[in-house]
């Protein structure tokens, strides 16, 4: 194993980001990645400092032909165990997170727009655009709306099952073959551009996806027209558009940050999110839920939207809350 190699290995081991790393080390990023790619090789005084950082001796860091000493009788029995990832088999989790990346994205977008007919249909009946009865209106666009449901269900499932043999990236300490972790940061920071100007994007069609509805309020005045339906969709149109693309480049970045073992998936973030694993589910089952019965039971399709952007942002304070309690 070659002192790139070394590097690597005993940052992961110790579940460092190259970041943390250099910060430890008092150099640049860049520089611990060279180091990791083998374009250069730390100097003398730097070596010494990752022999102490990292407890081993400088002979192994050094001489190649030397092999990682074994882990020490005390070390924790209940440690996760590390598994090994070739360059085959990142390849392979990197094809199928970007089939998953349009086809989840895909699904949220139908889902967003699953109640648009419903909306539409039943506001042209009510003002005689469409020679349809209450009931045939509400019966079409509840169809529709559960057809598109459905669709973006099979496409959740299908996903996970696409992906579903490298759930272990999420939860276990991971160790990459020679070439999988510069593969990876190169991969990554060619999608960097692409990533940034869909984020953008995303955020900004979110935002200005209100606008058809003030426009509606400007041009027919706050009571009832078919006009401010119309607005509705729109919005949802709007909005469905920019969460796609932010799910959609989401997904592929947390890829790339799963293999690379940093952000969220480093080893601390996975330890972390193993042991939230079940708020998570629950957390998201009752928005899901709370969006359903306020769109259903408050026929408040124009506005249940909001419980999303909303829960996104709660999310944060209140994993933190339960976390500090955990603890």
């Not at 990645?33 to 002979?59: C, H, I, N, Y």
């Not at 994007?201 to 009571?223: K, T």
């Not at 408040?300 to 603890?327: N, T």
């Amino acid at each position: 194993m070659i002192l790139a190699d070394k590097i690597i290995d005993l940052r992961k081991k110790n579940g460092w980001s190259q970041e943390e790393l250099a910060e430890k080390l008092g150099v640049s990023r860049q520089a611990v990645s060279k180091w990791e790619g083998a374009q250069s090789v730390p100097d003398m005084a730097r070596v010494l400092q990752m022999s102490e950082l990292f407890g081993v001796s400088t002979d192994y860091l050094l001489k190649d032909s030397l092999e990682m000493a074994e882990p020490a009788e005390d070390a924790p029995s209940d440690s996760l165990p590390i598994r090994t990832v070739g360059m085959e088999e990142a390849n392979a989790f990197l094809a199928a997170r970007e089939v998953n990346a349009r086809h989840i994205a895909l699904g949220v977008l139908l889902c967003i727009l699953s109640p648009v007919c419903l909306i539409l249909l039943c506001g042209a009946q009510e003002f005689d655009y469409v020679p349809l009865s209450e009931a045939g209106a509400a019966g079409i666009g509840v169809a529709v709306l559960l057809l598109m449901v459905g669709g973006a269900v099979a496409l959740f499932v299908t996903s996970g099952l696409r992906t579903g043999r490298y759930e272990y990236l999420d939860a276990l300490p991971i160790d990459t073959l020679y070439g999988v972790d510069g593969m990876a940061r190169e991969r990554r920071e060619q999608f960097r551009p692409t990533r940034d100007r869909q984020l953008t994007l995303g955020i900004v069609l979110c935002v200005l996806a209100v606008i058809p509805v003030f426009l509606s309020l400007v041009l027919y005045g706050e009571g009832d027209h078919f006009g401010h339906l119309v607005a509705v969709a729109l919005l949802l149109v709007l909005a469905g558009i920019g969460v796609l693309l932010i799910v959609r480049s989401s997904i592929l970045w947390g890829s790339y940050q799963r293999l690379l073992e940093e952000g969220d998936y480093s080893r601390a973030g996975k330890e972390a999110s193993r042991v939230a694993a079940p708020f998570n589910s629950i957390y998201w089952g009752l928005v899901t839920a709370g969006f359903l019965a306020w769109g259903f039971l408050g026929n408040a399709w124009d506005r249940c939207w909001m419980v999303w952007p909303v829960a996104a942002v709660a999310y944060g304070a209140i994993y933190g809350i339960v976390r500090a309690l955990r603890h």
